[in-house]
């Protein structure tokens, strides 16, 4: 038996989520309010053992407000709002070789041996009754509050206050139509009317973030988290020989301690027996021992940890906190685990839902590492007690980590995501279909994700590039960009978007690849920026040995492509730009003197039923190339970044690398570049001859520019309607320019 899906409906941003769960372990991750620990707090709500109870602003934001404009509405029945309820429906399902005695003939809805689906729904809510008690009352307040001569209280105040006079909690057993595969709400039965306990069915703990750890000097929570563990082994394995023997060592202990404090405090007893009584030795007294094995843990036991030093143990809070956070988290796991294999007087439930919420706080990577490697080893080794009956186990873990994903199995992730204001629970798993046509780009893909970019999965937004020169150059030309913002601000007295380095953004570097990343792009509902090359370039005969054109078997001319300078080409081999860009039929790929001359605006897409689509209200904009003129006045079209940067840094090379009378160092800062094409670029200004043959290495070029880099003053001319005096600002790296085309994708990515 187990819970194969969790539905639910107005609890916070969680206002129609599915949320299906593994038999094992379901890894949920997301962004930063995406509902993760709102999940956690209505499985607590619904099903911890001190359930806690819910406050109006639990209640979805939409339907909070409908219930509010309802409730001051003239028309009683206009807008009347329905299923005012947060609600929780968990589907568990079974087979024949579950024992089914816990459930009964009131949980178990419906005999058909092809149904083995019970649906069991949690809600707290108003019915038609209670809501129109809320809106009577909230007149009726109002009038009186009128009559006294105070302030009216609003709707939102209203609910805010007094709404447990009017929304209940109530359990029921739903259930579920086989037909159309969903509960039918009208047979149900009513778990609460039947006094109907579900502890023999379902039982939840939970591991919170906020564990009670610290390193602080008086902190000692791993020892009384020892005396914890003693309690948990007497109630489940009370005649343990180790048991025995404890206890006879305190009685033993409390034998000898009665003689030492007959003496040590015979002084003070012999002064109280001097006050004699009404009968004797009625005032006389005796201190003995009385020592308590749990108390005794509790308040004595020292968790140590090994030094490492001449057999020198430390105490605990000398620890670092991830490991403190680690330990504290196996003696809590342990502690549920004992919870969950029961008594003999209450065995083990059917189903057993743990929830484990972000373990890796405090813990360094290699701690969260280790931690996702053991974790299902640890909960299967509990599930299986040496002598006990087995109980089975379903693990919830939410997470930030990157490093945790990385190390799991892809088809156990669940991601939340928002979508326009809700929350939606994607299947990682279900993104295979997505790659039905391309399987290998789906294996590639799975492959990177979970060794090298799991970090998208919690990214706001993505950058993805071709190679390592932008790699390496674009956090440079991200802190310039958010500083060209500013002046912006500043000149024009409008506040823009928060700055790109203050966002959560990942750089991720693709080559000429991103095609195998489109779906997943699409299926997270990432905003993404695509920076890739114009890669110009032209059909040349293949010539054999002798310098003869080869033939094809139908006697046409033998081609290929061939890489050239962006004046003599005639197609792209960029394969991004082929699948982005099409004629306006969209039966073959743009002419390439079309490729060149589209707009800034006409390179925004949105993903609409598994396709882009060009929109200026796009989520995904495509950068490359674009005609630039430097410093010198020279217009050039470029052909990759490489070629783009020289181009609009002409001047950075000339200032760096010659002397007054024109001719190129010997010992200049950029030894990547070759000094025989460097002289010629300075003197033709062909950036494109130089990008291709006179780089050695174009991560060495791409550090030396950073190596090179030099701040700059910027003067912010005064503005009298903004009463702005001139103001000047130091700009880091000043001294070299990023190209346009990733300049103007930058700031389009910068925007919300």
């Known amino acids: 038996m187990k819970i194969s899906k969790v539905e639910i409906r107005n ?58 404009t309802w409730i001051t509405s003239d028309g009683a029945e206009q807008n009347r709002p329905e299923d005012v309820k947060i609600q929780m429906l968990l589907f568990i399902t079974y087979d024949k070789s579950d024992d089914l005695s816990a459930v009964g003939d009131t949980i178990l809805m419906d005999l058909d041996p092809n149904n083995s689906t019970i649906v069991l729904s949690f809600e707290y809510g108003v019915d038609a009754a209670a809501l129109d008690r809320i809106r009577e009352d909230f007149i009726n307040e109002n009038k009186r509050r009128d009559e006294v001569k105070i302030d009216s209280v609003s709707a939102i105040d209203f609910l805010s206050q007094e709404h447990d006079k009017y929304f209940k909690t109530r359990r029921k057993s739903v259930l579920f139509d086989l037909e159309h595969c969903r509960p039918d ?37 791993l020892s009384a988290q020892s005396a914890g563990e003693y309690d948990r082994i007497i109630a489940t394995n009370g005649e343990l020989e180790e048991v025995e023997r404890f206890k006879d060592s305190l009685v033993k202990a409390d034998r000898d301690l009665d003689g030492v404090y007959n003496k040590l405090f015979g002084g003070v007893l012999n002064d109280v027996a001097q006050f004699g009584g009404v009968q004797k030795d009625e005032s006389r007294i005796k201190i003995v021992s009385a020592l308590r094995s749990s108390r005794l843990l509790k308040d004595n036991t020292i968790v140590k940890y090994a030094s490492g030093y001449d057999g020198h143990d430390l105490p605990e809070n000398h620890n ?54 053991n974790i299902k080893e640890l909960l299967n080794r509990s599930c299986n007690p040496v002598g006990r009956p087995a109980f089975q186990l379903q693990t919830i873990l939410s997470t930030h980590s990157s490093h945790i994903v ?49 970090e998208l999965f919690f990214a706001d937004k993505a950058i993805f590039i071709e190679g390592d020169t932008e790699r390496i150059l674009m956090p440079a030309m991200i802190v310039k960009a958010d500083q060209d913002c500013l002046i912006e601000e500043l000149e024009s007295g ?3 978007s928060l700055p790109l380095q203050s966002q959560n953004i990942s750089i991720v570097e693709v080559g ?130 490489e070629d783009a940067f020289l181009h609009v840094n002409y001047d950075l090379l000339s200032d760096a690398c010659t002397m007054d009378d024109g001719a190129v160092k010997n010992d200049h800062p950029f030894p990547s570049l070759t000094n025989k094409h460097l002289r010629t670029f300075l003197a033709n200004r ?19 520019v950073l190596l090179n880099s030099q701040e700059k003053p910027k003067t912010v001319k005064p503005h009298e309607d903004l009463e702005l005096d001139e ?7 000043g001294n070299w320019n990023t190209p346009e085309y990733i300049r103007a994708g930058l700031i389009w990515l910068r925007q919300s």
Not at 39 to 62: I, Q
Not at 194 to 220: M, W
Not at 442 to 454: C, G
Request: some cysteine; charged content about 30%.
């Open 320 to 373: 670092g906190l991830g490991y403190l956070n680690l330990i504290s988290m196996i003696f809590e796991l342990r502690g549920v685990m004992q919870d969950f294999s029961g008594t003999v007087e209450a065995p083990p439930a059917n189903i057993n839902l743990l929830f484990i919420e972000e373990p890796e706080a405090h813990t360094h990577p290699q701690l969260q590492y280790v931690f996702i490697k």
């Open 727 to 733: 103001q000047n600002h130091l700009h880091l790296f």
């Open 11 to 68: 609890f916070r941003l969680l206002k129609d989520v599915r949320l299906d769960l593994e038999d094992d372990l379901s890894l949920v991750i997301g962004k930063n309010n995406c509902g993760k620990t709102s999940l956690l707090l209505l499985l607590e709500r619904f099903l911890g053992r001190g359930a806690s109870s819910f406050a109006f602003e639990d209640l979805n934001l939409d339907v909070g407000r409908a219930l509010a």
């Open 686 to 704: 062909k950036a494109y001859e130089m990008a291709e043959k006179g780089i050695d290495s174009k991560p060495s070029f791409a550090i030396e």
């Open 185 to 221: 709400f009208e047979h149900y039965t009513d778990l609460d009317k039947e006094k109907i306990k579900l502890d023999r069915i379902i039982r939840f703990s939970a591991l919170g973030a906020r564990r009670d750890v610290s390193n602080k000097e008086t902190d000692n929570t």
């Open 494 to 496: 409008t506040d823009l």
């Open 512 to 641: 000429n690849y991103f095609r195998t990343f489109e779906k997943f792009v699409q299926f997270i509902g990432l905003k993404c920026l695509v920076i890739t090359d114009l890669d110009g370039g032209q059909r040349v005969p293949v010539l054999d040995d002798a310098g003869n054109p080869k033939q094809n078997a139908d006697g046409t001319e033998k081609q290929r492509n061939e890489v050239c300078a962006t004046d003599n080409a005639t197609l792209t081999t960029n394969e991004t730009l082929k699948q982005f860009f099409r004629d306006p039929e969209g039966t073959s790929p743009i002419s390439f003197q079309n490729l060149k001359d589209i707009p800034f605006g006409k390179k925004a897409f949105l993903a609409e039923n598994g396709s882009w689509i060009g929109h200026k209200e796009g989520t995904l904009r495509v950068a490359f190339q674009t005609e630039e003129t430097n410093s010198k006045g020279t217009n050039y079209q470029a052909r990759s970044f």
């Open 406 to 454: 990385s190390e799991s199995s892809f088809d156990d992730i669940k991601y939340l995501r928002r979508n326009e204001g809700e929350v939606e629970a994607l299947n990682l798993k279900d993104l295979e279909n997505r790659y039905s046509d391309r399987p290998s780009w789906f294996k590639f893909l799975k492959q990177y994700l979970t060794v090298h970019r799991s």
